[in-house]
């Protein structure tokens, strides 16, 4: 990193206006440092603090953010090549491959699929992203009607994959609030596809043979004023590609080689017709730096990997991950149900609802703020005691839900229990098992509302 | 007792943050304890006679570097090595000129207030907003991780009311908002901490500022600290 943060913040201008979206401009020069944010969110800069910022304070990889009919998909803006560094910022985004050669019925079913393959863990939506649409047919005005079926059947962002400049006007055309990444730019074809991604403001991705003709095509697309570039290097063997998205990632970082500071495009697809080995190649460059991966098809017992093994990886090593505060009923939980309280650490908060499951009695799961910390953990660091529970029981509502004031707590919490009876005088503390495994016999053994 | 930084020869090391942290270096001297608040020189001491190979090796501190900011060459080297090879050299008196690195147990985070001219620090449990713009765990987020981030560091609570804490700014001349409150009275500076803000008095610079004017906060007539 070129300047740390005390160092640009000497260049802004000390107002602590909070325009830039944190509230000081200390806040904001520690993001810049970090490769977070960019300086044009502060209205305020001088010009000439700009031009002796903006070299050194642009993030190392740009963060470009794709449109789509849901949230935006943020890639790029990555600042570490290991996970343990720092953190990975930027999930890949995952596209599904169709072609306007496709059956009907064969384009129906993948869109199908894209709608279908969604799962929810620990709190968090875990889906594809994009849809890929493949110019094959000849005929633009077929991939023009594919574009626009995608963007009225589907929240996916899109990428267009054509080589015919009048085919792919017709598809921005049919798509253009979609904004959709035009693929791609080359040395041939510059002039023509650059002129139709400024015109609409649309990514475009670089294709190069080699890295320094991508490189090369990086410089003169910034020089146009196009910046959202996505980077394809051409390999279309596991070995080159590889290869490759280790050294985009590292000449940015390590070199500060700025023509290469992009996030990356690859399609495991065109690598293997294994449909198996294809997955395998997929989750390889979901750790290995792909900005957007393109899958042939999805499956769902390929894709539901993926997609956890991508957020596993793209989750913060330094803080734990934690499940919401609040009430959660399990197995349709009536007024006699037992009423149970753990942590949000969310390992903790799955095996115990898990537990619970298999007991068959439906009961009400208390959750309780502790910072994604443990029972035992938070419990040693004061924020499991019984005067931060108490007061949680009063205003989390479970009293309107209940008539029994029973409250099971973990048994490693044992000792708070005298406490908690002071503190919630209508309550009768019941300590239930250290180990949520004991939760059935212990539930089917004591429970009594 | 009172063991001084200058008096001895031998610091010890913690590797321990290693674990998740693998920069992260901390190297306790007499007078500036584990940022974790866990460990302080005699703890490292004593680990190491009982765990001679552990992550607590002695570090003869060598030639000075630079005495007022805390620099010794000693240290250098081992901090290059246990590094290995991402840090090579830190200032354990200083928090504008390369501090100490940060893992992510810092028992409480300082940071300068540039418009105050001072130093506030927060503590792990104060979970509001703080004059610098971020919270504690923005804070640990931005700097943590093994890291060298000039103007912000990672300390103990006690480590506060040690001679050394800061010194190369002024020491706690300089603290001008502090967020843990108990703790704070316990410094035995009675009228130093009155004229320091606390989330009370404000959770931004502005706030703070005018109180700090009124009290005749010895920061605000010290040397600029940029
Ligand atoms: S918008 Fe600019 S001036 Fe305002 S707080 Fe942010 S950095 Fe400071
Ligand atoms: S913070 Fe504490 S445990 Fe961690 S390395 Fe330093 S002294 Fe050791």
Redesign the interface.
């Known amino acids: 990193m070129a300047l740390t943060g005390i160092e640009i913040f000497k260049h802004l201008p000390k107002t602590n206006c909070g325009k830039c979206g944190v509230p000081t401009c200390l806040a904001f020069a520690m993001s810049l440092a970090a490769g977070k944010a960019e300086l044009a969110s502060c209205p305020s800069v001088s010009d000439e603090a700009k031009a002796k910022l903006e070299e050194a304070s642009a993030p190392p990889i740009r963060p470009i953010s794709i449109v789509t009919g849901d949230k935006p998909l943020k890639i790029g803006g990555e600042t570490v090549l290991f996970r343990h560094e720092k953190r990975l910022e930027n999930p890949p985004g995952i596209a599904i491959l169709i072609s306007d050669t496709m059956a009907e019925t064969e384009v129906s079913r993948r869109l199908q699929n894209f709608k279908k393959f969604r799962y929810e863990r620990v709190g968090m939506d875990l889906r594809p992203e994009l849809v890929a649409i493949k110019y094959a047919s000849g005929k633009p005005e077929a991939f023009a009607a594919l574009a626009g079926k995608v963007k009225a059947e589907t929240d996916g962002g899109i990428i267009l994959i054509c080589e015919d400049m009048a085919a792919m006007a017709g598809a921005v055309a049919a798509c253009a609030e979609r904004k959709p990444i035009l693929y791609g730019v080359t040395g041939a074809n510059f002039d023509a596809l650059t002129g139709l991604a400024k015109e609409k403001g649309l990514p475009v991705v670089a294709k190069g043979a080699s890295l320094d003709e991508l490189g090369g095509l990086t410089d003169r697309l910034t020089k146009l004023g196009i910046k959202d570039i996505i980077l394809d290097s051409g390999a279309r063997s596991l070995k080159q590609t590889y290869t490759d998205q280790v050294s985009i990632r590292r000449a940015p970082l390590l070199n500060k080689v700025r023509s290469l500071g992009f996030p990356t495009i690859v399609f495991p697809g065109e690598m293997t017709d294994n449909p198996l080995k294809e997955a395998l190649i997929a989750a390889t460059f979901m750790a290995k730096y792909a900005g957007i991966i393109v899958l042939s098809d999805f499956s769902g017992e390929t894709l539901f990997p993926l997609l956890v093994a991508r957020m596993n990886l793209f989750t913060d090593p330094q803080r734990p991950l934690a499940t919401g505060e609040g009430i959660y009923e399990i197995g349709g939980p009536n007024e006699n149900s037992p009423v149970i309280i753990t942590c949000n650490f969310s390992l903790t908060y799955f095996i115990v609802s898990g537990e619970i499951e298999n007991t068959r009695m439906p009961a009400y799961l208390l959750i309780k703020d502790t910072e994604g910390l443990s029972v035992m953990t938070a419990w040693a660091a004061g924020k499991f005691s019984a005067d931060s529970i108490a007061p949680f029981i009063k205003k989390c509502g479970i009293a309107d839900k209940v008539k029994h004031r029973k409250l099971i707590i973990p048994g490693y919490l044992a000792s708070e229990s005298g406490g908690l009876e002071e503190e919630l005088p209508d309550w009768e503390i019941l300590i239930g098992p250290r180990e949520a495994a004991h939760l059935t016999s212990y539930l089917k053994n004591t429970w009594k509302s | 007792m009172c063991k001084t930084d200058e008096t001895t020869e031998i610091y010890y090391s913690c590797l321990l943050c290693q674990s998740?942290a693998?920069s992260h270096v901390c190297v306790v001297s007499p007078e500036r304890t584990g940022l974790c608040g866990s460990y302080n020189w005699m703890d490292c001491k004593a680990s190491n006679e009982i765990n001679p190979t552990g992550p607590n090796q002695p570090v003869p501190k060598g030639e000075t570097i630079d005495a007022r900011l805390g620099q010794w060459k000693g240290v250098n080297d081992f901090v290059f090595k246990a590094s290995r090879g991402k840090v090579d050299h830190y200032n354990f008196y200083s928090i504008?000129n390369d501090p100490m690195t940060t893992c992510?147990c810092m028992e409480c985070i300082a940071?300068?207030?540039?418009?105050c001219n001072g130093i506030m620090t927060v503590n792990r449990?104060f979970m509001g907003?703080t004059?610098?713009?971020?919270k504690f765990t923005?804070l640990?987020?931005?700097i943590?991780?093994g890291i060298t981030?000039?103007?912000?560091v990672g300390h103990s609570k006690y480590n506060v009311a040690q001679r050394k804490f800061l010194i190369a700014e002024g020491g706690i001349k300089r603290l001008v908002a502090v967020r843990f409150n108990e703790r704070a009275k316990e410094l035995g500076i009675p009228d130093l901490m009155d004229r320091i803000a606390d989330e009370t008095i404000g959770t931004?610079?502005?706030e703070i500022l005018p109180f700090l004017t009124e009290k005749n906060h010895p920061a605000i007539t010290m040397d600029p600290l940029?």
């Open positions: 998740f693998p504008i992510g940071a300068i207030l540039p418009i449990d907003m004059p610098c713009g971020m923005t640990a987020g931005t943590g991780g981030t000039p103007g912000f931004t610079e502005e940029m």
